[in-house]
């Protein structure tokens, strides 16, 4: 059998903006008649935005990566190893078995009252009453609610590049695409979700459906959620983004850790006409590739809420039907159950210790 070639194929990428350019986007956020006044100094930030962008600094502050690491000498992200250090810290805690046990909630809705819509989500109130549920089973809970996306200002969850698709050891955990300050890609939430995720003993995961899909920021947090399975926890040994070391690497054997294998988890997933047995599936899958233990049939939720009914009567929907925030409850009942069970080791996957014979 021949080998296959290892190589980095090139050709794709444009060329750099243009000076004017690259001043006309820039100069954008300042579109506001308010800044004028302040204008002599916004040319003088443009110009040093400029000369990033053209020197390519996506990480300005580095620091060496220090013994332990593939190569001690390569210079980090003092903004990923902050990240890095405080996500061992995290599993360590969440690891020790005198913790309180502690379930993640993510509201996957893209509304809230604070934006456009002018109006909570269902999704927000359903999140509340699994809240109120693990609470009253003695969990404490975080909630993660990624509407904050659409009404927080340069609040955001940047696009995964699909660094995996050239070699996994290229995707880092957690992600060291961003921030890229070249590119003007701060203020990046992922690193807070991150935390979130790894704090937690259990998830459970709310979404509506929104054209047959989950909603874009729920995507986005998924996508980027990738080098949390198979990720590399040093990028010195691909010296940072060196797309065919990352190749040799894999090619040479490569174990695709599980960094959130072994939590428990919940589904909730409703519509108002179609889509919700897909989505619900989808996700399920998602969080079962990842090693995350579903927590039973009643943990995994697909329901129509005012089927075919206006969109203006939806929340009065929600009032009437007693059924199905009977069925959140469940699921968040059959989480905390999980969790307990899992916690005290009287809860282990069936196919534990089963070598997969081409993970990925």
Known sequence: MRPIPVDVRKGQAPEKLSREEFRQRY???????????????????????????????????????????????????VEWKSAADRLRELAREQALPGTPSRVLLIAGASRNDGTC??????????????????????????????????????????????CVSTAMPLCHWPCSCYPNHSLGQ??????????????????????????YQSPSPLKLMIDRLVCADGGNPDPSSTSGKDALKAKQIELAGWPYPKHL???????????????????????????????????????????????????ATSHAELDADRAVQQEVRNVARAVSVAVRQLREGRLARPDAGVEDPRPK
Not at 70 to 75: G, I, K, L, T, V
Not at 125 to 144: F, H, K, P, S, Y
Not at 188 to 211: C, E, F, K, S
Not at 266 to 285: F, T
């Open 27 to 77: 100069m954008r956020r300042f579109y506001d008649p308010a800044f004028r006044a302040e204008q002599a100094a916004i040319d003088r930030l443009e110009a040093i935005a400029w000369e990033a962008y053209r020197q390519g600094r996506k990480a300005p502050v580095t620091v060496k990566a220090g013994a332990g690491a593939a190569d001690p000498d390569y210079d980090l992200s």
């Open 117 to 162: 819509p002018g109006e909570m989500s269902k999704t927000w109130r359903l999140t509340r009453i699994a809240q109120a549920e693990l609470e009253n089973a003695g969990m404490e809970t975080d909630v993660l609610d990624l509407s904050r996306l659409t009404s927080e200002y340069d609040r955001m969850i940047h696009p995964c590049k699909g």
């Open 186 to 211: 701060a203020n990046d939430a992922m690193n807070d979700i991150y935390a979130q995720w790894v704090r937690a003993h259990g998830v459970i995961l709310l979404a509506p459906t929104y054209w």
């Open 261 to 311: 294998a072994g939590r428990a988890y919940g589904l909730v997933v409703h519509g108002d006409v179609a889509g919700i047995e897909g989505q619900r599936r989808a996700l399920s899958d998602w969080l079962d590739w990842m090693g995350l233990i579903d927590a039973g049939a009643s943990a995994r939720l697909d329901r129509y809420i005012g089927y075919y009914k206006p969109y």
